[in-house]
């Protein structure tokens, strides 16, 4: 059994600041962790993954996350803020090993950039 | 390199009408297929996975269908439209043997009236 948890429905950050996005997820077995954003009326992109290399992970538009295992956390970071990344974003756990094809989403965190 | 496309990007339909999404991908053979749906300001709701060709697995009892005639092909499907049937969906591929990222269409935005 897989779930994840998003604190926060909405962040809001002044351009330039840090950005926080909060992830928690459990698993029965060892997972594969992932971030989305979705921009509007737009499908989802992928933005980064874990599949247990490196436990920071770096991906596209200057954004990382760390895998915790300690804190079951995936917490998605960017050290400043940009108007365009005002979008939603999604954490996801998936199952490593293709014990499920189906993987678990977390409700999603609306990211709001003020000028 | 693999692209997925879905359509129609935007319908309307009265209720009661019939309905018939596509999506399609290319680039990647034996994929694992998804149908997600988005109501206004919520996350996804998984409806129809499918791991091969006729094999559909729902995760949601509605009026809606699926349905794979072909590899790469997954066809969403209504009898009847009903007004709680509008909202976002999404289509998805995914490696065959699973646990890995999900590749999304870029959706049709459907109203039902």
């Known amino acids: 059994a897989q779930s994840v948890t998003q604190l926060g429905s909405h962040v809001s950050v002044s351009e330039g600041a840090l950005v926080l996005l909060r992830c928690n997820y459990s698993?029965?077995?060892?997972?594969?962790l992932f971030w989305y954003v979705q921009y509007p009326n737009q499908g989802l992109q992928l933005l980064l993954k874990?599949?247990?290399?490196?436990?920071l992970v770096k991906g596209i538009n200057g954004f990382e996350a760390e895998f915790k295992k300690s804190e079951t956390s995936f917490h998605l970071t960017k050290p400043s803020a940009h108007m365009s990344d005002a979008a939603e974003y999604f954490c996801?756990?998936?199952?490593?090993?293709?014990?499920?094809?189906?993987?678990?989403f977390g409700r999603g965190t609306s990211l709001i950039v003020h000028p | 390199s693999q692209t997925i496309h879905q359509w129609p990007a935007t319908l309307v339909q009265p209720v009661g009408s019939p309905l018939s999404l596509e999506c399609t991908v290319e680039?990647?053979?034996?994929?694992?297929l998804y149908w997600y749906r988005q109501a206004a300001g919520r996350g996804l709701q998984l409806l129809f996975y499918?791991?091969?060709?006729?094999?559909i697995s729902s995760e949601v009892p509605q009026n809606l269908s699926a349905s794979r005639p072909q590899d790469r092909q997954f066809i969403l499907s209504s009898k009847k439209l009903l007004l709680s049937d509008s909202g976002f969906y999404l289509c998805?591929?995914?490696?065959?043997?699973?646990?890995?990222?999900?590749?999304f269409g870029p959706g049709t935005r459907l109203t039902v009236t």
């Open positions: 998805a591929w995914t490696r065959q043997r699973g646990g890995y990222e999900q590749y």
């Open positions: 698993s029965s077995v060892p997972p594969y």
């Open positions: 874990y599949t247990s290399a490196a436990t």
């Open positions: 996801a756990v998936s199952a490593r090993g293709g014990g499920s094809y189906i993987p678990t």
């Open positions: 680039g990647t053979s034996n994929p694992n």
């Open positions: 499918s791991v091969g060709i006729g094999q």
